[in-house]
């Protein structure tokens, strides 16, 4: 409650001094006085309720309109009830300073939102940042993270009868986490509506999923929590974060995390604003910790907060991040004509246009592909990669691979293969696969339902691979593009391993953009692929020939060869 009564306080400076201007021109000062009284009292009870309702952060900004819209409306109330006391040549001395303080009050909001297109460059500069050329390809190790959040928050709906007093509660917004190893998907339950949290006053618990498994089954978690999202006066979590931390902005909506004891915490992003504007300072951006039991407050810089925390910057804030990055390269000016180096994020992410993901190390990172601000350009600039822990924005600017197409690009490819069914494609996030960008697309039914996994070469639209499961998929999608002719560096980024030893079988095969051929070494159940555009001589190739090369080893039992040597041909 400190933090709203001081914003309530701050809002009625103007109107203390346009009232004591009042009280001095007016020969009956004792009922002017008692008036003005009366007006404040009846404008800091309504100010006060309204900013209850809307928790204003006490910034220079929103201080200086709530000064002057409660400015104008107690001076006007003050001045009718006290003008017809007035002589006439004191009234006309009096309206003169009253306007002229008004217009100079209404003057400062321009100047305000003047000194923020301004300071777009301040937060530009705010954001720490680098730039890459490339992402590190993937390993035969790594499997992306590509369950849907909708997929996900289907299931979970399904699961709400385990709830006790289920017809109290409703899904709450669903989170990534890691936790014990596990990437999943965490929601809590909320309230539906204030009667049910009159009657109920605290929730049941929380929901987790796997993120990673499309055939795991949801787990509820009965953990009690009073200060919820869903929760009413001051039992609502943005209300009890105001109250300790009023002279900040929040930035989106708070969510909860889970500690190694399974103990819920809400989370929220807080930033203090760059001078006399709302724009944002990353580099001072903090993070609130909230206990929903007994509403105990605590912050922490973002890069601090306690470890089991994935996302102590917000979705909404990385979202902000993006558009910073990408729009103010060059300032406001450039944003507007000529937009030189300009980048807009896509729109195609899961989370406020971000998508959520776990690097090999188990930190979380946000990722937006980017755009070209012209019309009618499906290609992609690069990406983003925005760590969910410190705030650090990486772009991968796709110099090396220009002409990529771009997430809507990936998504309309899914939604074209299936119209029938309605099937349509969901969270595209791209990869490195073997040197080759690569769009990994959920296919999700029209109830939200997972159908398939897509692989998509970004640079080609006609080369997609669908599977059942993600690591069939992509074993399938690196397969083909070993066999692509046209594919010369399908495996030059990848671990290669060296092969000796006699061919038993050998079999050429015509694929759609060329040959391949596949065969077996004695004592070896692994089958070897080549396509002859790396190795025309590979056709020739014949069982009791001596091979050597050089060959990544997949976990189906395939390899993949880069580069062969074969006795009496090649040598």
Known sequence: MAGILTTTILSFIMYFVLAGIIIAKNSHRKGTMTSALFIFIFLFIIGGLANYMILLPITVPNILIANIVIAIVGIFLLYGITATKLKKKKIGSYEAVLGAIIILGILAIPTVFVLGIFTLDDTYESINKQEVTEAKPLNKDDTPITVSPEFARNKVQKSMSVVPNTQFYDLGK????????????????????????????????????????????????????????????????ERTIYSEYPTYIQSGEPQIEVDEDGKPWYVQTLYKPIGLTNKPNMKTMRVAIVDPVTSETSSYTIDQAPDFIDGSLSSEMATDENNYFGKYVHGWMNSLFGKKDVKIPNESGTESSVTPIFDENGDMYYFTDMASPKENIDSALGYTLINARTGELTYYNSKKNSGIMDSKGAKEIVNKEYPEKKWTGSMPILYNIDGNPTWVVNVLDPNGLFKKYAYIKAADSDFVVFGDTARETLESYRL???????????????????????????????????????????????????????????????????VKMEANIRDNGTGIVDSIEIEGLTE
């Open 174 to 237: 669903l989170q990534v986490q890691k936790i014990d190893g596990d990437v999943v998907f965490v929601a809590p339950v909320e309230f539906t509506g204030f009667w049910k949290y009159f009657r109920g006053k605290e929730t049941a618990g929380y929901f987790t999923i796997s993120a990673t498994d499309t055939n795991a089954q949801p787990k509820f978690i009965d953990s009690k929590m009073k200060y919820t999202n869903s929760s009413y006066f001051n039992h609502n979590i």
């Open 480 to 546: 083909a593009l070993a066999q692509d002719p046209s594919n010369v560096e399908a495996t030059g980024e990848s671990a290669l391993e060296e092969v000796k030893g006699e061919v038993d079988r050998a079999l050429v095969t015509t694929q759609k953009a060329g040959q391949v051929v596949q065969f077996l070494l004695k004592g070896d159940k692994t089958i070897y692929t080549i396509n002859v555009g790396k190795a025309p001589l590979a056709l020739f190739l014949r069982e009791g020939d001596n």
